[in-house]
């Protein structure tokens, strides 16, 4: 069986001060969490955090990483730099880098690569915008930008990756899918996998559902058979929020 994840999307919240007073709140609320923890501060943070982690079972993420090995793309981190800092995952194409920073599938396929190819566990975000609902199109966008983000990664190594499923019209709005709206997208997603890389490997991918998920709405979502975890925003942004979606 899948090993639940739920991860912190921190955003373009808290210095390393306020960062590391988050995590050590944090820490003894999620100490006996059945599932994977995971935060994601901003990089600047990275080391605050990754000091105050020692020991704990809750692991560290980054929010981006730079496809190349290193050179001159001014204000970019590559995966070895956030390999060396300490981190064991990295969120790739969440919507608010493909909406603000012009992350398309193909770079977001490529920096898929690179994490992977680090040792990072890459937690790549597909999800469609809500005229893309309306209009029909959720099943084939969240198919090729699953099918994009994956190509050129080996079936073992797609087994490891982490998908989140985030409707776009869902973050930060306090929106939620349904449940089962949450269910069916993120079985269409498994599929997506499983017509590249077969059943067997698709049934190891964990994914997660991600968009205005808190405490009072995690039990619902995880109780759905395909929901195998969460991508948290605004909710991991105080320690006893995000500790209520933790101990789901
Ligand atoms: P939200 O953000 O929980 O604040 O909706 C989720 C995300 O963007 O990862």
């Given at each position: 069986?899948r090993?639940p994840?739920?991860?912190?999307?921190?955003?373009?919240?808290?210095?390393?001060e306020?960062?590391?007073?988050?995590?050590k709140d944090?820490?003894p609320?999620?100490k006996?969490?059945?599932?994977?923890?995971?935060?994601c501060?901003?990089?600047?943070?990275?080391?605050?955090?990754?000091a105050?982690?020692?020991?704990?079972?809750?692991?560290?993420?980054?929010q981006n990483?730079?496809?190349?090995?290193?050179g001159?793309?001014?204000?970019?981190?590559?995966?070895?730099?956030?390999?060396?800092?300490?981190?064991?995952?990295?969120?790739?194409?969440?919507?608010e880098?493909?909406?603000y920073?012009?992350?398309?599938d193909?770079t977001?396929?490529q920096?898929?690569?690179?994490?992977?190819?680090?040792?990072?566990?890459?937690?790549?975000?597909?999800?469609e915008?809500?005229?893309?609902?309306?209009?029909?199109?959720?099943?084939?966008l969240?198919?090729?930008?699953?099918?994009?983000?994956?190509?050129?990664?080996?079936?073992?190594?797609v087994?490891?990756?982490?998908?989140?499923?985030?409707?776009?019209?869902?973050?930060?709005?306090?929106?939620?899918?349904t449940?089962?709206?949450a269910?069916?997208?993120?079985?269409?997603?498994?599929?997506?996998v499983?017509a590249?890389?077969?059943?067997?490997?698709?049934?190891?991918?964990?994914?997660?559902?991600?968009?205005?998920?808190?405490?009072?709405?995690?039990?619902?979502?995880?109780?759905?058979?395909?929901?195998?975890?969460?991508?948290?925003?605004g909710a991991?942004?105080?320690?006893?929020?995000?500790?209520e979606?933790?101990n789901?």
């Amino acid at each position: 069986m899948r090993t639940p994840i739920i991860a912190g999307n921190w955003k373009m919240n808290k210095t390393p001060e306020e960062a590391a007073a988050l995590v050590k709140d944090l820490i003894p609320l999620v100490k006996d969490a059945k599932c994977d923890v995971v935060v994601c501060p901003p990089a600047i943070c990275i080391p605050a955090v990754k000091a105050v982690l020692a020991g704990s079972n809750v692991k560290l993420g980054a929010q981006n990483v730079h496809f190349a090995a290193n050179g001159a793309y001014t204000g970019e981190l590559s995966a070895a730099m956030l390999k060396a800092a300490g981190c064991e995952y990295v969120i790739i194409g969440h919507s608010e880098r493909r909406q603000y920073f012009g992350e398309t599938d193909k770079t977001v396929n490529q920096r898929t690569l690179a994490a992977v190819a680090a040792g990072l566990t890459a937690i790549v975000c597909v999800g469609e915008m809500q005229d893309e609902r309306e209009t029909g199109y959720t099943n084939i966008l969240v198919t090729y930008q699953t099918q994009m983000a994956l190509h050129g990664l080996t079936k073992e190594q797609v087994a490891e990756v982490v998908i989140a499923y985030e409707p776009v019209w869902a973050i930060g709005t306090g929106l939620t899918a349904t449940d089962e709206q949450a269910n069916e997208t993120i079985g269409v997603i498994r599929k997506a996998v499983a017509a590249v890389y077969g059943n067997d490997t698709a049934e190891k991918v964990r994914i997660q559902y991600g968009g205005s998920m808190k405490g009072s709405n995690v039990k619902g979502l995880m109780a759905q058979p395909e929901i195998d975890g969460g991508l948290i925003g605004g909710a991991s942004l105080k320690a006893q929020d995000f500790s209520e979606v933790v101990n789901f």
